[in-house]
């Protein structure tokens, strides 16, 4: 049996490299790809947990689902920001963005 | 889940999710960049199905690289980037240092915790996920469907509305929200 440690390494790593992408990527788009990253990482951890520690009650994966229907929310939403975001600079480069900064 | 083939399923498909991510990261063109997401996303659902997760793995499917998939392809094809100067901003060091930061931490604790371990013969997961969503979690359930309502109304008033169209003679940088196509 694959010890619980090994899978929340492995959701460790996934979730830093999230990290990453969404501190050092210019482009919208791939910080929105770099947060599902993130997200998904987070699922690991709900579902090994759920089925590690608690397998009769199904809490762990009620969260994964729940975290699955706001992600898919977050995407739609985020991305329609970009695309007007897009229409009115167009660019897509977070970096050029600085509506907000006076 | 014990045995050889569980345990080296569970190693290829640590290899195969961690690999694609890192190609997220590290590809030079954005559309690379969402196929190897897709990719990520599939490894990760049969990763579900190995933690007996099946209705979360198929929710993965469905939603993840079906859905978000194609919703980051569009996104990309209507947001076409001209300029081939670099893919990263100035905090390529400090993203380096916080992802290690993360990882690291968060492997420490994982192998420093006492972890109660249960028995792991886990049940059929799709009618006990659905009897904890419609008796202890309807509230949940039914305000993730709001949730869902409000946020599909809301791309669709922000992609499809006229424009921001704020007065064109103002100074400043707000002079640039006026709306530049007809």
């Known amino acids: 049996m694959i010890p619980l ?11 830093s490299l999230g990290v990453y992408g969404v501190l050092a990527r210019r482009n919208a788009v791939l910080i929105i790809m770099s947060v599902e990253l993130m997200l998904n990482a987070v699922n690991i951890n709900f579902i090994a947990f759920a089925v590690y520690l608690a397998p009769n009650k199904v809490v762990g994966l009620v969260f994964a689902i729940f975290v699955i229907v706001v992600a898919a929310a977050e995407a739609g939403l985020a991305l329609a920001i970009i695309l007007r975001v897009y229409r009115n600079e ?13 | ?55 979360v793995a198929v929710a993965q499917l469905l939603v993840y690289a079906g ?56 049940p059929s997961t799709v009618d006990a996920i659905g009897q904890a969503l419609l008796n ?15 946020a599909m109304i809301g791309a669709i008033v922000i992609v499809g509305g006229r424009g921001v169209d704020l007065d064109p003679g103002a100074a400043g940088p707000s002079a640039r929200l006026v709306r530049r196509e007809r």
């Open chain 2, 1 to 55: 889940m014990s045995g050889v083939g569980p345990v080296s399923a569970f190693y290829v498909l640590a290899v195969l999710s961690i690999g694609s991510a890192l190609m997220v990261m590290a590809a030079r063109s954005i559309i690379h960049a969402v196929l190897f997401l897709v990719l990520f996303f599939v490894s990760l659902a049969a990763m579900f199905v190995l933690l007996s997760a099946d209705f």
């Open chain 2, 67 to 122: 859905a978000i998939g194609v919703l980051v392809v569009f996104a990309i094809l209507l947001t076409p980037s001209r300029e081939q100067r670099g893919m990263e901003t100035k905090f390529v060091g400090p993203g380096l240092l916080a992802g290690a930061v993360v990882a690291g931490t968060v492997i420490f604790i994982a192998f420093n915790t006492n972890w109660p371990t249960a028995s792991n013969d886990f």
């Open chain 2, 136 to 150: 202890r979690w309807a509230l949940p359930f039914e305000i993730a469907s709001v949730l869902l309502i409000a």
């Open chain 1, 5 to 15: 440690q090994q899978v929340l390494v492995l959701s460790a790593l996934l979730f």
């Open chain 1, 90 to 102: 167009r660019t897509a480069n977070v970096d050029e963005v600085d509506l907000l900064k006076w």
